[in-house]
T-cell receptor, first 114, second 112 residues
Framework: NAGVTQTPKFQVLKTGQSMTLQCAQD?????MSWYRQDPGMGLRLIHY???????DQGEVPNGYNVSRSTTEDFPLRLLSAAPSQTSVYFC?????????????FGPGTRLTVT | QKEVEQDPGPLSVPEGAIVSLNCTYS??????FMWYRQYSRKGPELLMY????GNKEDGRFTAQVDKSSKYISLFIRDSQPSDSATYLC????????????FGAGTRLFVKA
């Protein structure tokens, strides 16, 4: 199993551009989440999904959209990039019942917005 | 007040030392308590989790939860240079919606 994969690894955007961060998992996990990690702030939940077709907002959802059409994929869309969205983004997945405590993280995407 | 407080360190110890890492939290609704390890420029990896109060041991690692004090700890025995990483505490619940919060992490250096 590849586990949780994320693409791209690095990205530089200009203010106002849009892009999609990709996340896929091959563990048949029901839960998937997106976090951002900033220095001194810890991981903060952006959006999460408890199954295909079901998504909900986390702690810092503004400026981001998600959808989940399949169990495997959970893309994160930045609608109009801002410098405040410069961060490292992690996708995570959890098996049924393990959502809050058994999360498997991808390698991350480092995003810089200029 | 932050929901979880974790000393960022860095914490530097000699090889073989016992390491103690701690977090405090404010919301008594959390049911699950986790420790993740994160190497530089990598994603966090789950070390261990506990449900409610008590101790849990896994090899050289012991997690303790004191819900009455809202205090959790991770002890690493016989620390190794390969333990050098950032350790993130986390708390979670699945009642009233899925929620997990993370501490900012403590950087640990184990010197050979």
């Amino acid at each position: 199993n590849a586990g949780v994969t994320q693409t791209p690894k690095f990205q530089v955007l200009k203010t106002g551009q849009s892009m999609t961060l990709q996340c896929a998992q091959d563990m048949n996990h029901e839960y998937m989440s997106w976090y951002r990690q900033d220095p001194g702030m810890g991981l903060r939940l952006i959006h999460y999904s408890v199954g295909a077709g079901i998504t909900d907002q986390g702690e810092v959802p503004n400026g981001y959209n998600v959808s989940r059409s399949t169990t495997e994929d959970f893309p994160l869309r930045l609608l109009s990039a801002a410098p405040s969205q410069t961060s490292v983004y992690f996708c995570a997945s959890s098996p049924r019942g393990g959502g809050p405590y058994e999360q498997y993280f991808g390698p991350g995407t480092r995003l810089t917005v200029t | 007040q932050k929901e979880v407080e974790q000393d960022p360190g860095p914490l530097s110890v000699p090889e073989g030392a016992i390491v103690s890492l701690n977090c405090t939290y404010s919301n008594s609704a959390f049911q699950y308590f986790m420790w993740y390890r994160q190497y530089s420029r990598k994603g966090p990896e789950l070390l261990m989790y506990t449900y409610s109060s008590g101790n849990k041991e896994d090899g050289r690692f012991t997690a303790q939860v004191d819900k009455s004090s809202k205090y959790i700890s991770l002890f690493i025995r016989d620390s190794q240079p390969s333990d050098s990483a950032t350790y993130l505490c986390a708390m979670g619940r699945n009642t009233g919606g899925f929620k997990t919060i993370f501490g900012a992490g403590t950087r640990l250096f184990v010197k050979a």
